[in-house]
């Protein structure tokens, strides 16, 4: 990678990524389980998917399942381990005929061994596919990608393949989950949060972000489209001075 340039203006994000919060509140809202929520939540990915292609948007990164949700109850971590099968496998068919090539990013070590299959088996059907990347994670920290990465560039290290003298910023983004994706230029949160909760701790180092009070199974194509056309707007420096 090379260093990020200054730009007075932007067209558009190339790589849009978002954290998907909110819908937990959503269903209490509506007096309604959690799972309700979340089920309302998956439903949106695909509107959001299809509205890529118009606006520019090449990678579209969402986060499903954090390396620290695994701290919610087991009946809500159940629940969302099987929603991630059901969308895969009601989703497998729409994602190949608009062209979506989808990866899976986070450690899959912990995951259900079924699971992991169908997220696969999904990479492999789409692997030809162009048109959007759709990078799905789960089980993802951005924290615990850095660790991951950092244990196989020792090995590699202690291993002979690589010289320690010349480990730099170049050499670690290789290593990492992310590793043929490039930087998100936009980060959306919705739900109101203002924090980033471990999602893309590296590559972040330089994307705008936006913070939404929309809750996630609210937010639509519309408003996406209007997030993402803000962004023309913002002058991104990468710590130059822009004429
Ligand atoms: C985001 O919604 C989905 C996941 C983290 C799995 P939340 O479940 O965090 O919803 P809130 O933040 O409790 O409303
Ligand atoms: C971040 O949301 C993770 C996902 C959207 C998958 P959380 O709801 O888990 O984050 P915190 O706990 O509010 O920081
Ligand atoms: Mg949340």
């Known amino acids: 990678m090379v260093n990020p340039q200054p730009t007075a203006k932007d067209d558009g994000p190339?790589?849009?990524a978002i954290i998907m919060d909110g819908n937990g509140r959503w269903a209490t809202q509506r007096g309604r389980p959690r799972l309700f929520g979340h089920q309302a939540g998956a439903r949106r990915v695909r509107e959001i998917v299809e509205a890529c292609p118009d606006l520019g948007v090449d990678y579209l990164t969402v986060f499903a399942f954090s390396t620290e949700n695994w701290k919610?109850?087991?009946s809500e971590v159940s629940g969302l381990m099987n929603l991630f099968r059901r969308y895969?496998?009601?989703?497998?068919?729409?994602?190949?005929a608009n062209d979506v090539c989808v990866r899976f990013i986070g450690d899959r070590v912990r995951l259900d061994q079924k699971l992991v299959a169908m997220m696969d088996e999904l990479e492999a059907l789409t692997a030809h596919c162009r048109t959007v990347n759709l990078t799905i994670a789960i089980n993802y920290g951005g924290r615990d990608e850095v660790a991951r990465a950092t244990k196989r560039l020792a090995r590699d290290v202690a291993e002979g393949r690589l010289n320690p003298d010349d480990v730099d910023e170049e050499t670690l983004p290789k290593y990492l989950d992310?590793?043929?994706l490039p930087d998100p230029?936009?980060?959306i949160r919705t739900s109101g949060?203002?924090?980033i909760s471990n999602f893309l701790l590296w590559q972040s180092a330089y994307s705008e972000y936006e913070f939404i009070d929309t809750l996630w199974p609210d937010f639509t194509a519309d408003e996406f489209r209007s997030v993402v056309g803000g962004f023309g707007t913002r002058?991104?420096?990468?710590g130059a001075v822009v004429a």
């Open 193 to 195: 949060e203002a924090r």
């Open 14 to 16: 190339r790589h849009v």
């Open 88 to 96: 895969i496998t009601r989703e497998a068919k729409a994602l190949k």
């Open 178 to 180: 992310t590793c043929v």
């Open 185 to 187: 230029d936009l980060v």
């Open 235 to 238: 002058e991104r420096r990468f």
């Open 72 to 74: 919610r109850t087991q």
